[in-house]
Structure formats: structure tokens, C-alpha cells
């Protein structure tokens, strides 16, 4: 499908989605739970709903109603072959967790998923005690537990993710563990899992972010676990205000754990007007200038990172290029190629990328079927001098399913 996005004013007041990443968290803790959890407010984007589709076949109840869950793992597995989909997060947090069963599980999915490498997975379980093969170090997965628990060494410098799942996964083990992590990244995300984790009544012991020692034989205890506003989405949202509107978003939690949190630190470095409160953002249209930003913790920020960046005056300087592999897309070159059609330099140096801002042109855009490259495109197509027509637009699905129907409702011509 293709969307056109038309130049536009951005006005009015907008629900943030809800975030994926605690959904798919929740969802996990409360299948390893024999109580019941209520999960209000969850994600109903395609990542979640692999996550929701994997607990169901791990033996999860599940009772969907009107912006909650119920669930309630029963261990009693259904099925044995386990789609992803095209989930990062899905497949490195519940490949542990599958390892908990004394079955021969295959982890699989499509999409971007398959040119993602999985060895760290692997040789992670390896070390545990489980069986884990993969297919030259990408998907299916074969894995047959029970993970012991014991000593594991992990590298972080790839993706948090899999640290995530082994913390989710080991307090259900036989034996205590400890995990000991090299170079880890994005330390945000171990906080949202450790704060889930303490939601379910599972205590893990951190030290530094490089040691985590877990005493084995705890138990998840279901809860009402009430999902946030994800700054990831809502991150393109205020951008759209800064560059061409003046919104006020709801659901996004000063408080947050989750790092893309940070895109207030760029919005303000750039120099967009915010009010920011407890229940609400307000943003406007603003004057912007050039700004420098590490997005080494927050990597998903780049797309509406280099969107704000294409509407500021001078080189903007955005740091972490090397977190970008491995995403849907090859999203650096993406970024470089698809804003170069709308007449905006993007120029990859090294771990660095610097950003011209400028006149922003109509073109013809391909997503690479990367929902952010689809969304960074709409937001700044509200300024261009034409329309910008978007290839494969449908892929926001993954991550924001309702993305243009929320712009329509902001006052974009879609």
C-alpha cells in the first residue's frame, strides 16, 4: 500500500500509542505466571501480537477484551514450531523462556527477522545447560531445555534483548545464576525489564549493569499491570508539532524508563517550544536550529531524529550510527537515500551522522519496509513544497498500526 501525504498543519490533542516494548514484557510475565495478570492498555501493533501469538502456543490463557488481557500461563505446551514474526525483541525474549521446557522448540519467523543474527541466542542457552541450533547463526532456532541456570556470559553491544529474555527466563530455573555482561547498550531497556520483573514479584540483583546475579525456583506473581505511552512512536508526534503544528500529546510519562524518552533532550537542544506536564506534551511550531545528539542509547530515535534535523538550520550531528544494523532496514543508508529524494543531506561518518537541514521537496519515498523510515517520511513531508507519496506504508503496522489515521485526526491530508 501507499499512503500521500499531503503538506499540512498539525492541530489538536493526541493519544500517544501504546508502547510495544512493555506490552511485550507484560505479556511474557504474565505467561510464566499460573495467577491471573490484567494488562491494560497493551499494543495491538504486529510485534505484539507475535508476542501475544508465542505465549498462546507456550500454553498462556488469554482473554482479550475492550484495551486489556487477561492471562495466565498454565505450562502446558500447544505448539510446538513459534513465529516472531518479524519481532527482535519476540524471538530474544521468549528463546530463553522456551528453554525453561524439556521440549524440542523452533523458534522461526520472516521478514527482516531472517537476516538478523541469532549466535548470541545460541551460545548464550549453550552455556545454561539447553540444547540451542541454528541455522549458521540465523533463524529457526532448535532449542530443547531445561535452561539449569549457572554462570553465562553475554556481549551487549548489539542489542540489550537478549539479556532481557535471560532475566525473564532464569528465575524459573533449578539453579541460581549469574549473568555477566560485556558492552552492554541501551541500558534503558534492562530498566523497563527489571521495573516489569518487580511488578511480578521476580527480584534480580544488578550490579552496574554488568553483573546480574538471580536466585533460581522464584515465582511470577500476576498483577493489573497498566502499559505506558510509547515514547518511541510518540517521538514522531512531537516532532510533527515542533516542525509544522501546535499539539498537546497525552500518555507519554515524564517518569519513563524507556530511553527514547531522550527525543525531549534533542527537541530542546533544537530549540522547540514544549510545555511539559505530568498528563501532557504541548508542542509547537518553532524556530529550529541545528543541533548534536547520542542516540548510542536510543537508537529508534534516528528516523524522526533526522525528520526534526531536515526542518533545522545548519548541520545537525547525530551520534550512533553503529546501533543501526540489523534493523528492518539497513536504516543508516535508508536514511541517507530516502531523505536525499526530498533534497535533505544526510552523511554517514563513521559513527556519526551529520544532517543538512534545508528546503524539504515532494518525492517518492520507499519505506524499505521499515515502519520508521515510513513514519520519519510522513512527518517531514508536513513542510515539503509538494506531496510525498510513501511506498509500502502499511509496515507501520508493526509498531503503530493507527500512525496515519492519528495524522488524519491531527488535521494531515492523507
Known amino acids: 500500500m501507499n499512503q500521500t501525504i499531503v503538506p499540512s498543519y498539525v492541530k489538536g490533542d493526541i493519544e500517544a500509542p501504546s508502547s510495544k516494548s512493555m506490552t511485550q514484557r507484560a505479556i511474557a510475565a504474565a505467561l510464566l ?23 498462546a502456543n507456550l500454553g498462556a490463557e488469554i482473554q482479550t477484551g475492550l484495551k486489556k488481557l487477561k492471562m495466565r500461563g498454565t505450562g502446558k505446551l500447544k505448539e510446538k514450531k513459534l513465529s516472531c514474526g518479524e519481532s527482535g525483541l519476540a524471538i530474544r525474549m521468549f528463546s530463553p ?48 531445555g531445561p535452561v539449569r541456570g549457572g554462570k553465562c ?13 535471560l532475566l525473564m527466563a532464569l528465575p524459573l ?14 541500558k534503558p531497556y534492562i530498566d523497563m525489564t527489571l521495573y516489569v520483573l518487580d511488578k511480578f514479584g521476580i527480584k534480580v540483583q544488578n550490579t552496574n549493569y554488568k553483573l546480574f546475579n538471580i536466585r533460581g525456583n522464584q515465582k511470577y506473581h500476576g ?11 510518540g517521538a514522531f508526534l512531537l516532532v510533527a508539532g515542533a516542525v509544522n503544528g501546535e499539539l498537546k500529546i497525552h500518555g507519554l510519562r515524564p517518569d519513563s524508563r524507556q530511553s527514547d524518552k531522550a527525543i525531549l533532550t534533542a527537541l530542546d537542544s533544537a530549540g522547540a517550544r514544549m510545555r511539559i506536564k505530568e498528563d501532557s506534551i504541548g508542542i509547537s511550531k518553532s524556530e529550529l536550529h541545528s543541533y548534536k545528539f547520542d542516540a548510542s542509547e536510543s537508537p529508534d530515535l534516528f528516523p524522526p531524529l533526522v525528520a526534526l534535523a531536515a526542518y533545522c538550520k545548519g548541520i ?99
Open 33 to 55: 505466571s499460573d495467577t491471573e495478570t490484567t494488562i491494560l492498555n497493551p499494543s495491538g501493533c504486529d510485534d505484539s501480537k507475535a508476542a501475544l501469538g508465542i505465549a
Open 97 to 144: 523462556i522456551a528453554a525453561l521446557l524439556p521440549y524440542e522448540i523452533i523458534m522461526t519467523g520472516f521478514g527482516s527477522l531472517k537476516k538478523r543474527p541469532m549466535s548470541m541466542i545460541e551460545d548464550a542457552l549453550l552455556q545454561l545447560g539447553a540444547e540451542c541450533d541454528s541455522a549458521g547463526g540465523y533463524i529457526p532456532l532448535k532449542i530443547k
Open 153 to 165: 556470559t553475554v556481549d551487549g553491544s548489539v542489542s540489550s534483548q537478549l539479556l532481557t529474555g
Open 173 to 186: 530455573a533449578s539453579e541460581d545464576s549469574e549473568i555477566t555482561v560485556k558492552n552492554l547498550k541501551s
Open 223 to 233: 498483577v493489573s499491570f497498566e502499559v505506558e505511552g510509547d515514547w518511541s512512536g
Open 316 to 414: 545537525s550531528v547525530i551520534k550512533g550510527v553503529s546501533r543501526l544494523i540489523h534493523k528492518e532496514s539497513d536504516r543508516a543508508n535508508a536514511l541517507r537515500e530516502e531523505f536525499g529524494k526530498m533534497n535533505i543531506s544526510v552523511e554517514l561518518r563513521g559513527d556519526t551522522m551529520l544532517v543538512t537541514g534545508g528546503e524539504v521537496r515532494g518525492a517518492r519515498i520507499d519505506s524499505h519496509n521499515d515502519h520508521r523510515i515510513a513514519m520519519a517520511a510522513a512527518v517531514a513531508a508536513l513542510r515539503a513544497s509538494d506531496n510525498v507519496i510513501i511506498k509500502d506504508s502499511d509496515c507501520v503496522a508493526k509498531s503503530y498500526p493507527a500512525f496515519f489515521n492519528d495524522l488524519k485526526q491531527i488535521g494531515v491530508k492523507v
